[in-house]
């Protein structure tokens, strides 16, 4: 196998709902996750009937592709469908964009790091270095993961832009910037609450869209997914409950004397000085939360699972 950067790690997936459940001796229904950015339940759009058409062809391919829902996408971004790229989630575009612009020898930027690893991750695998030396590519995560920040847009060209959770920000977007170098990257799986279909899309310039295109497997996404998808388009989210229910755990917290940080996405980033031993006494009580080196983020659920929470993070910090 081909040698990658010396400073390349994996991605890492925390801990299973078995296993936390195990560490705390609890069953596994108990166990509340606020670690994913996902909601916590399905949307109604996401049901059997959903996917019955696409179930009683499941035996053949999906010749000539996803034309309906390539229109669904179009509507909804305000784009034209020649500027699309389908994708197994935003993961696979962000895999996609890094291969497709950068190889051995390249760097690649990344900004406003700590952030989400799989620019790096993907970066390393196309064979280039992480760093900010003459990129051929940048990439931007907004709004920001793990802060939720809405961080400047980089002048850098060309520039991929993550707006895997857009849905949350009344629709601030780079996708004016198409035909100016800039490539942005979206999911089903956070507001459309479609995580576990992985399915996501890319919007670019009409000949940057046809190159990824081209570069892309040729079957990257499942049928039975690219239903769940237009159906959730036909009636896309409604966000404002999950985003009143993520201001009402803010103010939760700062009720403890922390300071979450201003989000505009489906999660709160506190700061807190020793935030591994914090998420640790969380996941001893089967209560996961995404900890990083100074802070933990979390993803709102239902009100009485955030109190829950609350209640855990006031004991564990003695408040
Ligand atoms: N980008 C960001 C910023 C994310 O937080 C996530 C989800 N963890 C992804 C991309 C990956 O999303 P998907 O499920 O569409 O691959």
Same mark, same amino acid.
């Given at each position: ?13 925390? #801990? ?15 166990? #509340?996750? !606020?670690? +994913? ?7 109604? *759009? ?7 058409? =696409? ?15 390539? %229109? ?7 784009? &034209? ?14 895999? $996609? ?21 799989? @620019? ?35 002048? =850098?060209?060309? $520039? ?5 959770? !857009? %849905? ?5 977007? /780079?996708? +004016? ?16 609450? $479609?995580?576990? /279909? ?10 940057? =869209?046809?190159? $990824?295109? %081209? ?26 409950? *999950?985003?009143? %229910? ?5 103010? &939760? ?13 489906? !999660?709160? @980033? ?5 935030? &591994?031993?914090? *998420?640790?006494? #969380? ?37």
């Amino acid at each position: 196998m081909r040698a990658l950067s010396e400073r390349f790690r994996p991605y890492e997936w925390a #801990l299973s709902t078995a296993e936390i459940a195990r560490l705390a001796g609890i069953a596994p229904e108990q166990v #509340l996750r !606020f670690d +994913g950015n996902t909601p916590p339940h399905p949307r109604p *759009t996401s049901n059997v009937a959903a996917v019955e058409r =696409a179930l009683a062809r499941v035996n053949t391919y999906a010749h000539g592709g996803f034309p309906e829902l390539l %229109e669904a996408i179009a509507d909804y971004a305000g784009v &034209g469908t020649e500027n699309i790229v389908l994708g197994a989630g935003a993961d696979d575009l962000i895999m $996609l964009v890094a291969r497709s612009f950068a190889g051995p020898g390249d760097v690649v930027s990344v900004r406003d790091e700590p952030t989400y690893p799989v @620019y790096r991750v993907s970066s390393w695998i196309a064979g280039a270095e992480v760093g900010d030396d003459d990129p051929v590519l940048t990439f931007v995560c907004r709004p920001h993961n793990p802060t939720g920040a809405l961080v400047p847009l980089p002048d =850098a060209r060309p $520039l991929a832009v993550d707006e895997a959770y !857009f %849905e949350y920000t009344g629709g601030k977007t /780079a996708a +004016g910037l198409l035909d100016d170098g800039v490539i942005v990257i979206r999911t089903f799986s956070k507001a459309f609450g $479609l995580a576990g /279909a992985r399915i996501g899309y890319a919007l670019a310039a009409v000949d940057t =869209a046809a190159e $990824l295109n %081209e570069r892309q497997a040729p079957a990257p996404i499942s049928s039975i997914s690219a239903a769940l998808a237009l159906a959730g388009l036909a009636d896309p989210p409604d966000v404002s409950e *999950t985003l009143e %229910e993520r201001d009402r755990l803010a103010a &939760g917290l700062r009720g403890l004397d922390l300071e979450p940080a201003s989000s505009w996405a489906n !999660f709160v @980033y506190v700061p807190v000085a020793e935030a &591994g031993a914090l *998420t640790d006494a #969380l996941l001893r009580k089967g209560l996961a939360v995404r900890g990083s080196a100074e802070g933990i983020r979390i993803t709102p659920r239902e009100a009485a699972d955030d109190d829950v929470l609350l209640r855990r993070v006031a004991e564990a910090l003695g408040r």
